[in-house]
């Protein structure tokens, strides 16, 4: 299936050949190979991973990862959570769900939080989530219509409440049909008028982007699955210059749906991989938010060319073309 691509940010996101025609490819795989790896190498990562006491802790929390203390120093400085304040919360790159992990218990049970990966993953307990492009326009249509109409999207595997999951009884029950409808028009049509006036445009409180971090391998590196979804949605390789490269499209990806999808006064977060371009897109982000921060938690290592851009409070009538213009 082709997908549709974000039309006002396209030229942002095709320079350096993500895109061609409707039909994403994977350019910036071919173009730099794949990456490779020796027993040495993941010895070493292995050691770094024992030895490492966020790794520990975080195993000891029962967190997925060791990037929850990452979002949990961020939203300690920044404060882009609301405790128990029924905020709508988008986890891009959220596998394997660690920072959805830590908004879930920041915000408490009265928020929404939605993971959006192309990679699949189980999500954490009281988490939705669904595996899907963001660079494509109709994932930006399913965001909408799942934080502003409740959609739920595997309400065909819940139980029922009094008669249990082999009755069939609700079969016919028309808003069942109602809502299988709506989740075909998604993917089935370029052109939903009808959808768009029933959303509201901007629904979310707070965007998150991680879209770098990688679960752990559990299958080998054979496993095409895992290593080879759009290159991973480009986790890190080693090659310092293509990282760069990389997490300028993804941060720029994340961007977009921000001006999209976040309410005039949302957060975002988002990490890059430093090289030149970084003040390309601090440049951006100021036109988008009244306050932009640049941060590296302690968590990180100190090896790592990671660093977070936070965006505070977002501007209202933001125009898309104008901030890529730049």
């Known amino acids: 299936m082709g997908f549709s691509i ?3 940010g396209a030229r942002i996101l095709a320079r350096f050949g993500f895109f061609s025609g409707h039909h994403v ?5 071919l173009k730099f190979g794949p990456v490779r790896f020796n027993s040495s190498a993941k010895s070493r990562w292995l050691d770094r991973q024992k030895n490492d006491a966020f790794t520990r802790e975080a195993k000891v929390l029962g967190l997925r990862s060791r990037a929850a203390f990452k979002l949990m120093e961020i939203d300690d400085k920044f404060r882009i959570f609301k405790k128990d304040s029924p905020q709508c919360v988008l986890d891009l790159g959220y596998a394997p769900g660690a920072w959805s992990q830590v908004a879930q218990d920041r915000i408490g049970h009265n928020g929404m939080i939605l993971g959006v990966d192309i990679l ?5 307990r009281g988490v939705s989530a669904i595996q899907a492009n963001i660079l494509s326009k109709k994932t930006h249509e399913l965001i909408r219509l799942f934080f502003c109409k409740h959609f739920e999207l595997y309400r065909h595997d819940r139980l029922h409440s009094e008669t249990g999951y082999f009755h069939d009884a609700n079969e016919n029950d028309p808003s069942r049909f109602q809502q299988a409808q709506e989740y075909r028009e998604i993917f089935s049509s370029d052109e939903y008028p ?3 006036v029933a959303l509201r445009n901007q629904p979310l409180d707070t965007i998150l982007s991680d879209m770098y971090e990688p679960w752990p391998q559990t299958t080998g590196f054979w496993n095409n699955l895992t290593n080879s979804a759009y290159s991973r949605m480009a986790n890190t390789s080693g090659l310092a210059i293509r990282d760069h490269v990389m997490s300028m499209d993804l941060c720029d990806a994340a961007l977009i749906a921000a001006i999209d999808l ?7 977060v988002s990490k890059l991989y430093t090289g030149e371009e ?4 601090e440049k951006r982000m100021k036109m988008v938010f009244s306050t ?3 941060y590296k938690p302690q968590s990180s290592r100190n090896e790592s060319k990671e660093l977070y851009f936070v965006g505070l409070k ?4 933001v125009d898309k073309l104008r901030v890529f213009s730049c």
């Open 25 to 29: 490819h994977h350019t910036l795989f």
């Open 6 to 8: 974000i039309r006002d």
């Open 262 to 268: 976040l309410k005039p006064g949302g957060s975002f």
């Open 292 to 294: 932009v921060h640049r």
């Open 314 to 317: 977002k501007r209202s009538q």
């Open 194 to 196: 009808n959808l768009k």
């Open 120 to 124: 699949p993953c189980t999500p954490p």
């Open 278 to 281: 970084d003040e390309l897109l």
